[in-house]
């Protein structure tokens, strides 16, 4: 390339343009997936070995290292969609593994990392699970509106160029944080996939950017407390509201009460609805005359299935001069012939007294 080119518009040169030094020789510079033009420092230019280790950081997909403010504006919060990994340890194999599919699965959203063990995240950690050592946590970012871009701040660009370029206003970004204890590829990946499906819809705006701040015992207690305050504020916002004084005058009674949990609450709330679809099904309460006929003709059908079974019938035949169901049903299981003690004890009395032996 030309970089000695002027351009029509401007009369500025493509080195004056894009900021390339041609002092610097071989002049390289990389452009499109890497953003705007970035030429190469002479550090990386002096073996063929150690350009393409550049390259290849460079153009292949790998997640940011966030180490400060602000890198996570820059890296992370200033683009469409980007997922943060706040390490709570050194990262295990899976982990990376996961990573690396979720970098080749989304090439339009930008992964990032950071060390939560020695970073701690403000004006984001109430919203995450609570920091635990070797506990890996998730969080995904989509942009709202804004930027970083602030009108006349470059200063390649002439002022007629500065005038064209309009402020983007402040950065506003929503988050959807992991909930799961473990990560894997399918939970990120199912987070990322519902974000995308909804548009950001299911992602909660917050007020005010993270910043990254040193990880200290003084700051952990007051995340804590600002924790605490959160959660307080997100459980009485989620406690469900009294009825409408409409409604509590249509109700009546018992039926006035809100579910507030209780056992109270929860036994009215289940009168109210049962009072409700009986209302909508037209019940009517029966009657003593009624419930007693429908017990008199319960027992009715029971006589008529009783009779059914023909109860008591083998005895009578047994009785009658037919061979005893008892007897035709016993099975020798010891292997010992079966004795009837009635029948010797009638029968067989003459012959035991004779072979009495007497032993006195």
């Known amino acids: 390339m030309d970089c000695n080119y002027e351009l029509p518009e401007s009369g500025k040169t493509v080195a004056e343009r894009f900021g390339i030094d041609l002092k610097k020789r071989p002049s390289i510079f990389l452009s499109g997936k890497v953003g ?3 030429q190469v420092p002479l550090k990386h230019l002096k073996t063929g070995h150690m350009l393409t280790k550049l390259l290849k950081g460079m ?4 997640a940011q290292k966030i180490e400060n403010t602000k890198d996570l504006k820059a890296k992370c919060l200033n683009r469409d969609m980007c997922g943060l990994l706040l390490k709570g340890g050194k990262p295990e194999p899976y982990v990376k593994d996961a990573v690396s599919n979720l970098l080749n699965k989304y090439p339009d959203v930008t992964f990032a990392s950071v060390d939560s063990t020695l970073m701690l995240l403000s004006n984001l950690e109430e919203y995450l699970p ?18 970083l871009d602030i009108a006349g701040k470059d200063e390649n660009e002439t002022e007629g160029e500065a005038d064209k370029k309009k402020d983007t206003g402040r950065l506003v970004t929503s988050i959807q944080p992991l909930q799961y204890d473990s990560l894997s590829f399918g939970s990120i990946n199912t987070l990322i ?3 995308i499906n909804t548009k950001g819809k299911s992602m909660r705006k917050i007020p005010a950017l993270p910043t990254i701040k040193t990880r200290t015992k003084k ?20 406690e469900p509201k009294p009825d409408e004084q409409q409604q509590q005058a249509g109700m009546g ?4 009460q809100s579910n507030d949990g209780t056992k109270e609450g929860r036994k009215a709330e289940r ?4 009072e409700e679809h009986r209302k909508e099904q037209g019940y009517k309460p ?19 299935e009783e009779a059914k079974w023909n109860v008591g019938y083998e005895e009578e035949e047994g009785e009658e001069g037919g061979d005893s169901p008892v007897e035709e049903d016993y099975e020798d299981l010891d292997g010992d012939e079966y004795v009837d003690l009635d029948e010797e004890s009638a029968g067989g009395s003459g012959d035991d007294e004779e072979e009495v032996i007497d032993l006195d």
């Open 36 to 38: 705007p033009p970035k």
């Open 253 to 256: 009674g018992r039926f006035s």
């Open 286 to 304: 029966k009657t003593p005359e009624e419930i007693a006929e429908i017990e008199r003709r319960r027992r009715e059908r029971m006589a008529e």
């Open 130 to 147: 609570e920091y635990k050592a070797g506990k890996h946590r998730f969080v995904l970012f989509k942009k709202v509106s804004g930027g």
């Open 59 to 62: 153009l292949e997909p790998h």
């Open 219 to 238: 700051l952990e207690a007051a995340e804590k407390k600002k924790r605490d305050r959160f959660v307080d504020r997100e459980r009485k916002a989620n």
């Open 193 to 195: 996939q519902n974000a």
């Open 271 to 274: 009168d109210r609805r049962r």
